[in-house]
């Protein structure tokens, strides 16, 4: 008996939180926030013969918010450059407030300093890099709060996303999506 009441009990807790979420979710009605690369250009391109790469990415990324009811916090912010799963370049934004239906322009200026690549990675990058064109993996990850017009989950609450941006960028400029080295 005592087990069939635990049951209930627990049975009628999960309606009353499964309840609640709807209601808010359809309240709110949240829209998956949406961000692309507008433009890209990478300076001081040397990899050296000991496969070190010396270079100065330049990245606009648009960060868009659709949404009518919720804000963002963007508390921690942080950007990398990859090539073939290698970090090669890493910096940080500062925090930030992006309203409702807004969107943001992010400048992100990452550096690699004496980057070592393996040996796989180097000769494919010098391949690419003859080719005339590279491609990278543009990956940021930001710790946010969500604020709604009655609502506000502190940035405890929410979990790290990773943002990732794949694609062969021109090493010569090639509209609003290419790279180029300088």
């Given at each position: 008996m005592l087990v069939r009441t635990i049951a209930i009990v627990l049975l009628a807790l999960i309606i009353l939180v499964g309840l609640s979420v709807l209601i808010i979710w359809l309240a709110v009605r949240p829209?998956?926030?949406?961000?692309?690369?507008?433009?890209?250009?990478?300076?001081?391109?040397?990899?050296?013969?000991?496969?070190?790469l010396n270079a100065t990415f330049n990245f606009?990324?648009?960060?868009?918010?659709p949404n009518t009811k919720i804000s963002i916090y963007y508390d921690?912010?942080?950007?990398?450059?990859?090539?073939?799963d290698e970090t090669v370049a890493f910096t940080t934004v500062d925090p930030f407030f992006q309203p409702r239906r807004?969107?943001?322009?992010?400048?992100l200026n990452l550096m690699a300093r004496e980057a070592a690549l393996e040996g796989a990675a180097?000769?494919?990058?010098?391949?690419?890099?003859?080719?005339?064109?590279?491609?990278?993996?543009?990956?940021?990850?930001?710790?946010i709060q969500?604020?709604?017009?009655?609502?506000?989950?502190?940035?405890s609450d929410v979990e790290d996303f990773v943002l990732s941006h794949y694609g062969a960028f021109s090493l010569r400029r090639r509209g609003s999506r290419g790279l180029t080295v300088m």
């Open positions: 829209k998956r926030l949406v961000y692309t690369v507008e433009e890209g250009s990478i300076h001081g391109f040397n990899l050296t013969q000991n496969n070190h606009v990324i648009r960060a868009y918010n921690k912010v942080e950007a990398y450059v990859f090539y073939y807004n969107v943001t322009h992010l400048g180097a000769k494919d990058l010098r391949l690419e890099k003859s080719s005339g064109e590279v491609e990278l993996d543009i990956r940021v990850k930001a710790k969500v604020q709604g017009r009655s609502v506000e989950v502190a940035a």
